[in-house]
């Protein structure tokens, strides 16, 4: 699909906004990077220059087309009322005021939108496409006329497809020893839907930690961490009944669960203090553990943390009283 107005073009599409992401800049305006994979620090950078990829919202990522345009510009609209607005519902929850029912789904339409946008979530929707595909072409294949189907193709085509050849389709597609490649499609057909998701999110009991020591939150290329409860049925948790972590600012991490009490209270907040502030570590492992890549702080120092509590856990893991925790944590015996 052709593009019109070249000077119109946004080549560079973030997937996490840079609004949202410059509340976790440091005195030079930049973000302190740890790439969570290789645990190293990064050379800090503008937030222009991450969390983005080449036309990351064209129907095949880094092709330019005008879906990718359009959907660029509807996300810029969305990004300009929630940067305008977000501060105030920030002071509120800083300043001990009251959290309106509108503040709270300002945040939950934020979470929404930086839940469904990235990259984590096309993978999940690409992974979950193919493995769809695989088990109904798999349940094809195994069927005891599927020669039948094979004959219609050489019809078709004019060709004759030998036995041996047939057998090693049939192999690798009852095996699901292949791999299927899916457009941006379905992913950006979930964009309509944040609004529905944010009804989800503002419906959970929300726990705000606010950290008023030295270690402070930080944030990550997949901003929404999510915990799932131990499965109990066939289908699994619902949304609802899994914990989410998101933090909005370096001083403010929220915590959306399944509302445990029938109260109607669901904002609670909660400070930390230096006494405390293994729990923000605890969350700040959270955060990172579940990063595309990248984990994000206005500060080198909790990024430090981090790696180092990483470390640390392996080494304990391996101890005959860590592997004992693991197993146990993992039902395992």
């Not at 020893?177 to 979930?190: G, P, R």
């Not at 972590?245 to 445990?260: D, H, K, V």
């Not at 930390?272 to 120092?301: C, P």
Request: aromatic fraction near 12%; charged fraction near 30%; proline fraction near 4%.
């Amino acid at each position: 699909m052709p593009i019109g107005d070249q000077e119109q073009i946004t080549r560079g599409q973030h997937f996490v906004p840079q609004f949202y992401l410059r509340r976790f800049t440091n005195p030079k305006n930049e973000v302190e990077i740890l790439d969570c994979k290789d645990r190293k620090i990064l050379t800090p950078r503008g937030t222009k220059g991450v969390c983005y990829e080449d036309f990351f919202y064209g129907i095949r990522t880094g092709e330019p087309d005008e879906l990718s345009q359009q959907i660029e510009s509807r996300f810029q609209q969305m990004e300009d009322y929630i940067s305008k607005n977000i501060g105030f519902v920030i002071d509120k929850i800083l300043n001990g005021e009251k959290v309106l029912d509108d503040d709270k789904w300002l945040v939950a339409f934020l979470m929404s939108m930086l839940w469904i946008r990235g990259p984590v979530m096309r993978e999940q929707i690409n992974k979950m496409s193919e493995s769809v595909y695989k088990r109904v072409n798999a349940f094809r294949f195994s069927h005891p006329k599927v020669d039948e189907l094979f004959d219609r193709v050489d019809a078709e085509k004019g060709t004759t497809t030998s036995p041996e050849m047939r057998e090693k389709v049939k192999k690798m597609i009852t095996e699901e020893s292949y791999s299927l490649e899916f457009s941006n499609a379905q992913h950006m057909m979930m964009f309509d839907n944040f609004k529905g998701f944010a009804n989800l999110f503002w419906g959970q009991d929300w726990t705000v930690y606010i950290t008023k020591g030295k270690r402070k939150f930080i944030t990550s290329d997949n901003p929404i961490a999510v915990m799932f409860p131990k499965r109990q049925g066939f289908y699994g948790p619902t949304f609802l009944e899994r914990t989410h972590y998101f933090a909005l600012t370096p001083e403010i991490m929220i915590m959306a669960r399944y509302p445990l009490k029938d109260s109607g209270k669901k904002f609670h907040r909660k400070t930390l203090f230096d006494d405390s502030q293994s729990e923000v570590l605890r969350l700040n492992m959270i955060v990172s553990g579940q990063a595309y890549k990248q984990a994000y702080s206005n500060n080198r120092r909790d990024l430090e943390d981090v790696i180092s509590t990483v470390g640390t856990l392996e080494q304990f893991l391996e101890t005959p009283e860590g592997k004992k925790i693991y197993q146990e944590l993992n039902g395992k015996t």
